[in-house]
C-alpha cells in the first residue's frame, strides 16, 4: 500500500535560514535512498538533502531561492509501505526479544563509520586524520577531512563511543561507502534498540528509522566547501592542519597557511591565527612602506649586507630631506603606474631671444636662464591640456581640475633635492619669475623654505641642464599627475627640407600618470609644447 512520506531537512548545526542553490529532482521522478534532492548554500559551507526513502515524487515544496532551516518539509513521497510482523507471525514474546537483545549488547555493539553520500566525487584525498584509536568521539565529531580539487568536508562520526580502529591515513583517496573507522561504546547506534520496537507498534506505518541510520552523518555535519572557481595548486597547502572552514577564510584572504602558527589543538590553525597573522604582516608592511631599505606591497627586502668583511667603510647617516625624498619616491613608484614620452624642441630662436635681453636683465639686477622660459611654455601648455593640471582623487573615481598654474621647480641642495612652487605663473613676467625663482633656490639651498613655499603644485619641472645628459625618467611628484624632465640642449644638424642647418635641440621628458593620462594625450601635450617653446612669440597666444 502507498503512504505519503515528507522529505525534511535534518539536523544542519547552527545554521539557520539556508538558501536553496539547486533543486534536483521534479515532480514525478522516482528516487531512491540517499539521492540529493536539494541543494543548500551559506556563506560558510555548501550541502546536499538527500532522500531518505525510495519512492516517486509527489510534491516539491521550495526551489531556489527559498530559505530553509532544520525540519522544514521539502518535499513529499509516494512510498510503498514496509508490513511490520503481525501477532500471529510474531507472538508477544518474539516482539520483547528483539528490544531486551538491543539492550543487553548495545554496551559492546561495534558500528562502522563510512564515507556517506557525497555527491558526484570520487577518489578524495585524506588530507586529514583527526582522532586516533584509543580515543573516545562524541556523535557527529569529526574524525576526518577530504579535500578535492573542488571541496573540502570533514566526515563526522555517527556513533560515540572509542575508536577500535582507524581504516584511513593521510594520502589516501576515499569515495562513498568506503570504511573511515570502527567505533564500540555504549552511544553507538542512536536507534538501534528502537527500530524494533517501531516495527511492534504499527502494522501501516514504515520504518524510516532504521532506514536513515546512516544518512543524518551526512547531514547533520556542515560540509564547508570552498568556491567551485578555486583551486588549490600547492600541495603543502593541502596539507595545513586547519579546518575546512579556515581553509576557506584564508583563501578569501589570500594567506598562505604553511606560513602560519596554529595556536588550536596539536597546533591546528584557527580562525584567530589567520587574522593575526594578517595584522602582523600588515604592519610589518606600514613600517617598511617606501623606507629606503624597506619595501610596500609585500615585496622581500634587501638583505642586509657586511660591508666591513670587503674592506674600510665609513656609514653616513642621511639627511632628514633624503630620507623624506626617498620615501616619497618609492611611494610614487609603487602607487602610480608612469610612462615616459621623450622628444626634441628646437629652442634656436629662444636662446637667441634670452642672449638679446641678458644685459638688459642684469642692469636690472636679474639672471634670466632658459629654465624660466620652460615655465612660461608649460603653463601655456597646461591651459590647453588642463587633464595635466588635475589631481586624481584618493579613491581613484574622479579628477580635481585646478584653475591655478603653480609650476614646482626640482632644486639640488647640498642636503638634497627640494621642490619650492613658483605660484600663479600665468599672472607674472619673465623677470618676476626670474627673481623669484632666485629667491626660492637660494633659500632652498640654506634650508629656509616654508612648509607652504614647497606645496600646490600643479605640474613639476626637473631640470638637469646645467648639468648634462641625454634624457632620463623622472617620477612624478604625487598628487600632480605628470613631470617634466629637461636635459642639457645640444647643437645638432637638423633637415629643413632641401639642407642640414645647426639648430639648438633640447632633450625634453614628459612623465605621466597613465591612470590619468593616456598615451594620445601624453603626445599631443609634448608636440603642443615642443610648439610654444620654439617659438616663444606663442606664449603670448595663450
Not at 504499527?202 to 552523518?217: F, H, K, N, R, Y
Not at 603642443?528 to 620654439?534: E, R, T
Request: proline share 5%; net charge negative; with cysteine.
Amino acid at each position: 500500500m502507498a503512504t505519503s512520506i515528507d522529505i525534511r531537512v535534518p539536523d544542519i548545526g547552527e545554521y539557520d535560514s539556508v538558501e536553496v542553490i539547486e533543486v534536483l529532482v521534479e515532480t514525478g521522478d522516482s528516487v531512491s535512498t540517499e539521492q540529493s534532492l536539494i541543494t543548500l548554500e551559506s556563506d560558510k559551507a555548501s550541502m546536499e538533502i538527500p532522500s531518505t526513502h525510495d519512492g516517486s515524487v509527489t510534491e516539491l515544496l521550495v526551489k531556489v531561492g527559498d530559505k530553509i532551516s532544520t525540519g522544514d518539509v521539502i518535499a513529499r513521497l509516494s512510498a510503498e509501505a514496509q508490513t511490520a510482523t503481525t501477532a500471529t507471525e510474531a507472538p508477544a514474546t518474539s516482539t520483547t526479544a528483539p528490544i531486551a537483545t538491543a539492550s543487553s549488547e548495545s554496551d559492546a555493539q561495534s558500528h562502522k563509520v563510512v564515507v556517506p553520500e557525497i555527491g558526484d566525487f570520487e577518489a578524495i584525498e585524506v588530507i586529514e586524520v583527526l582522532v586516533s584509536a584509543g580515543d573516545t568521539v562524541e556523535l557527529d565529531q569529526s574524525l576526518i577531512t577530504l579535500e578535492s580539487d573542488k571541496a573540502s568536508m570533514e566526515i563526522p562520526s555517527t556513533a560515540a563511543g572509542t575508536v577500535t580502529s582507524i581504516a584511513v591515513s593521510v594520502g589516501d583517496k576515499l569515495s562513498h561507502g568506503d570504511l573511515v573507522a570502527e567505533i564500540t561504546g555504549s552511544g553507538v547506534s542512536t536507534t538501534t534498540a528502537s527500530a524494533p520496537a517501531a516495527k511492534a507498534e504499527s502494522e501501516t506505518t514504515p520504518a524510516p528509522v532504521a532506514e536513515q541510520d546512516p544518512i543524518p552523518p551526512a547531514a547533520n555535519k556542515p560540509q564547508p566547501k570552498s568556491s567551485p572557481t578555486q583551486k588549490i595548486a600547492d600541495e603543502s597547502y593541502r596539507r595545513a592542519h586547519a579546518s575546512p572552514a579556515v581553509r576557506k577564510f584564508a583563501r578569501e584572504l589570500g594567506v598562505d597557511l604553511m606560513l602560519v602558527n596554529g595556536s588550536g589543538r596539536k597546533n591546528r590553525i584557527l580562525k584567530d591565527d589567520v587574522q593575526q597573522f594578517v595584522k602582523t604582516t600588515m604592519s610589518s608592511a606600514a613600517s617598511n612602506y617606501g623606507g629606503a631599505g624597506g619595501t610596500g606591497a609585500g615585496i622581500p627586502s634587501i638583505p642586509e649586507v657586511d660591508f666591513t668583511k670587503f674592506g674600510e667603510v665609513e656609514r653616513v647617516e642621511m639627511s632628514r630631506i633624503n630620507v623624506l625624498t626617498s620615501e616619497n619616491l618609492h611611494r610614487a613608484w609603487l602607487n602610480l603606474p608612469m610612462v615616459t614620452h621623450h622628444d626634441d624642441a628646437d629652442i634656436t630662436e629662444l636662446e637667441e631671444f634670452r642672449q638679446s635681453i641678458k644685459k638688459e636683465a642684469a642692469d636690472q639686477g636679474i639672471r634670466v636662464t632658459g629654465l624660466v622660459f620652460h615655465i612660461k611654455a608649460l603653463t601655456a601648455a597646461l591651459k590647453q591640456f588642463p587633464r595635466f593640471n588635475s589631481s586624481l582623487s584618493s579613491d581613484g573615481q574622479s579628477l580635481f581640475y585646478k584653475k591655478y598654474f603653480n609650476i614646482g621647480i626640482a632644486v639640488d641642495t647640498p642636503n638634497g633635492l627640494v621642490v619650492p612652487v613658483l605660484k600663479d605663473t600665468d599672472k607674472k613676467s619673465i623677470y618676476q619669475l626670474s627673481e623669484e625663482m632666485t629667491d626660492l633656490s637660494n633659500r632652498a639651498r640654506e634650508k629656509k623654505l616654508k612648509p607652504s613655499e614647497m606645496q600646490g603644485a600643479s605640474m613639476t619641472i626637473s631640470s638637469l641642464g646645467g648639468i648634462g645628459g641625454n634624457g632620463f625618467t623622472p617620477i612624478v611628484n604625487p598628487p600632480e599627475v605628470a613631470i617634466l624632465g629637461i636635459t642639457r640642449a645640444k647643437m645638432q644638424p637638423v633637415w629643413d627640407g632641401s639642407e642640414f642647418k645647426p639648430r639648438l635641440m633640447c632633450p625634453l621628458d614628459l612623465t605621466y600618470d597613465h591612470r590619468v593620462i593616456d598615451g594620445a594625450d601624453g603626445a599631443r601635450f609634448m608636440t603642443h609644447y615642443c610648439k610654444v617653446i620654439s617659438d616663444i612669440r606663442k606664449i603670448m597666444l595663450y
